[in-house]
């Protein structure tokens, strides 16, 4: 029994050290950059690209994100029909307030928990759906870097609103300054860097760009669907 104790411990010992070299190989450095002018007009070339215009002039879209969350979007109102499992909330996003669906089935708690939970979900699930749309929110704070592969890229930090202010993000662009991929260093996710794909743009009938593929590792896809 001693033995077999010993045993699992070193397997256990050694799988600590095998996650912890893992962690200090793909974990990455926020790179340092300072705001500029240069980082502006970069930024600036990427909202042509990607037909800013365009977007702010959609009335309405609507999306189902990772085949779990389905969004119908009034931009205009500002008022989203936010739909998951059984659960439905008309949501208000820019008071974080609404109308849990069925609200006599909950109590007043239970229908705030709901609330709060579509809110989170929708600045989440609205951020891949519109990330590239807003580079210029109130808040942000652009600068140019260098990555630690020699690539160079657009650092947008958002200093203050939605669910995690402070997140940092790097925009890699193309010869055409559309995005093609994007490195993060947000509070929900375990390693810094973390690269995903942006990719399989769909022009929506406004003619706005939106990215429906965003792969990891060229594996994991945080995937848009159902997208008009």
Known sequence: MKKALRIISFLFLGLILILFIGYLALNESKPVGNPSQEADDLARKV????????????????WTFRGE??????????????????????????????????GENYSAEESQSLIKTAWDYFNNDGFWLSAPYKLFDPGTERSLVTLGDGREGLMVTYTSGGTTPGDSYVWIVDENYKPIAIKMWVQILPLGGMEFTWENYQTLPSGALVAQDHFLFGKMNVDISDLN
């Open 69 to 102: 969350h389905h969004y119908d979007w009034d931009k205009e109102a500002n008022v989203v029909n936010v739909k998951w499992g059984e659960n439905e909330v008309i949501l208000e996003p820019a008071s974080a307030s609404g109308v849990v669906m069925n």
């Open 47 to 62: 909202e042509l690209a990607m037909n800013k215009v365009a977007w702010d002039s959609t009335k309405t879209v609507s």
